[in-house]
T-cell receptor, first 110, second 115 residues
Framework: DAKTTQPPSMDCAEGRAANLPCNHSTISGNEYVYWYRQIHSQGPQYIIHGLKNNETNEMASLIITEDRKSSTLILPHATLRDTAVYYCIVRAPDGNKLVFGAGTILRVKS | EAGVVQSPRYKIIEKKQPVAFWCNPISGHNTLYWYLQNLGQGPELLIRYENEEAVDDSQLPKDRFSAERLKGVDSTLKIQPAELGDSAVYLC?????????????FGPGTRLTVL
């Protein structure tokens, strides 16, 4: 599995968009980009995934650059409950293993 | 729909004692995972089951750790004997399996403290 690089921490004001970057310069052509988050004292929670196109669901948007070497997770209107560790993971479609890095600690402040 | 259930949520034991963790995955999920999470780090896979078969246990320390999923549903992870360094959160996750495994669903974890 390709490695990812994320900033260790970020702050965001409540109600503003949170933009979490991820570098995955060694990603292979068939590997997807996944995002999970982990709120304190809970297990990780799936957010979104994508291959080449930008994706949006009820939780977030995922923007993947054209060369696929980086991506950005966007929480459009961050709330205090979005404070968590956010993990960016690249994974082959037939690979069941999730390889987590240290992630980005997002602190949403009022 | 019930999520992944784990018990106990917390366990405190003395070193050299045995300990066991239990996981009940989401109904219909063929794939079950056990992860270890140390403080300040992301989860690391210990073992993956497809139904009752352990298909990836390469990261499981087999001298002291064991796991079973006898009927392909719930699973138990055991440590015997526990060491101080085993203090961590043990997470269980499940998914539909195969190419449908886009999303893994995690339980709340068991926090183990070894004294």
């Amino acid at each position: 599995d390709a490695k990812t690089t994320q900033p260790p921490s970020m702050d965001c004001a409540e109600g503003r968009a949170a933009n979490l970057p991820c570098n995955h310069s060694t990603i292979s052509g068939n590997e997807y980009v996944y995002w999970y988050r982990q709120i304190h004292s809970q297990g990780p929670q799936y957010i979104i995934h994508g291959l080449k196109n930008n994706e949006t669901n009820e939780m977030a948007s995922l923007i993947i650059t054209e060369d696929r070497k980086s991506s950005t997770l966007i929480l459009p209107h961050a709330t205090l409950r979005d404070t968590a560790v956010y993990y960016c993971i690249v994974r082959a479609p037939d690979g069941n293993k999730l390889v987590f890095g240290a992630g980005t600690i997002l602190r949403v402040k009022s | 729909e019930a999520g992944v259930v784990q018990s106990p949520r917390y366990k405190i034991i003395e070193k050299k004692q045995p300990v066991a963790f239990w996981c009940n995955p989401i109904s219909g999920h063929n794939t079950l995972y056990w992860y270890l999470q140390n403080l300040g780090q992301g989860p690391e896979l210990l073992i993956r089951y497809e139904n009752e078969e352990a298909v990836d246990d390469s990261q499981l320390p087999k001298d002291r750790f064991s796991a079973e999923r006898l009927k392909g549903v719930d699973s138990t992870l055991k440590i015997q004997p526990a060491e101080l360094g085993d203090s961590a959160v043990y997470l269980c996750a499940s998914s539909l399996g195969g190419m449908r495994s886009n999303e893994q669903f995690f339980g709340p974890g068991t926090r183990l403290t070894v004294l």
